[in-house]
C-alpha cells in the first residue's frame, strides 16, 4: 500500500463469489491508528473522505487516524447492483465481511477504532470480538434489541396486531423474495435477536 493522503480503493474477496469495496485513506504522519467507518442499511457508497472523518471525530483526532470506510457488497461508485446487495444484506454475512476487510487492510500491529452508524452500530460490537486489534467501539443510532423487538416496540394501537402478525409470517418463513418496510424477511430474521447487547456484554 503506497502511503498518502489520497483516497484509494480495494476490492475485496468475499465468501460465495461476492466482494466489497474498502475505501481507505492515511493521515498526514505515519500512524498505527484506525478509524473504521462502517455503514447503515440503506448508504450509498462511501469514500474515505478525510473531511467526513473530521466530522465523525473532530479535526484534531482526524489527523492522527488512517480511515477506513467498509462498503456493502453491491455498492459501487457508479451505481448499486441490487442482487449483490440484497444476498449480503444477512447479519452474519454482513460481520463476516467487515472482519475479511479489516484483515485485508489495517496491517496487523495496528489498532482499530471502529465506528457503526445505524445497522453499523448493531454488528459493530460482534465485529470489535473477532479482531482484537479493536480497541474502541462507538454506536451512533443503532439499539441493542433485535430488529423485530425494536419494530413491535415502536408500534402503537392497532399497528402492534398488525405487527405482530408481519413478525409471525417472517418466522415462519425468513425468504429473500419478500420484503416488510424495505427489507427482505431473510434481513429481518437475520437481526431478530439480541446478538449486540450479548457481543457488548462479552467485549
Not at 19 to 32: E, G, N, Q, R, V
Not at 69 to 78: A, C, E, H, R
Not at 126 to 138: C, E, H, I, N, Y
Not at 186 to 195: F, K, V
Request: hydrophobic content about 35%; aromatic content about 10%; overall charge positive.
Amino acid at each position: 500500500m503506497k502511503k498518502g493522503r489520497d483516497v484509494k480503493l480495494e476490492t475485496i474477496p468475499l465468501k460465495n463469489g461476492r466482494s466489497l469495496i474498502a475505501s481507505y485513506s492515511f493521515a498526514k504522519t505515519d500512524s498505527d491508528d484506525w478509524a473504521v467507518y462502517l455503514l447503515e442499511s440503506g448508504a450509498g457508497f462511501l469514500y474515505a473522505n478525510r473531511t467526513e472523518l473530521a466530522e465523525l471525530v473532530g479535526a484534531e483526532t482526524a489527523r492522527q487516524l488512517n480511515f477506513l470506510v467498509i462498503n456493502k457488497p453491491g455498492l459501487y461508485p457508479d451505481g448499486v447492483d441490487t442482487e449483490e446487495f440484497e444476498r449480503s444484506f444477512i447479519r452474519q454475512r454482513r460481520v463476516d465481511d467487515a472482519v475479511t476487510a479489516l484483515k485485508v487492510i489495517v496491517p496487523q500491529n495496528h489498532k482499530i477504532h471502529l465506528i457503526g452508524y445505524s445497522e453499523g452500530a448493531y454488528i459493530a460490537p460482534q465485529v470489535a470480538r473477532l479482531d482484537p486489534r479493536v480497541k474502541s467501539v462507538t454506536m451512533i443510532g443503532g439499539g441493542t434489541r433485535g430488529w423485530l423487538s425494536e419494530e413491535l416496540n415502536n408500534a402503537n394501537g392497532r399497528e402492534k396486531a398488525v405487527c405482530a402478525k408481519k413478525i409471525r409470517e417472517i418466522f415462519a418463513n425468513p425468504t429473500p423474495e419478500r420484503k416488510w418496510n424495505g427489507f427482505t424477511y431473510a434481513t429481518w430474521y437475520s437481526y431478530r435477536g439480541d446478538s449486540t447487547l450479548h457481543a457488548l456484554k462479552q467485549l
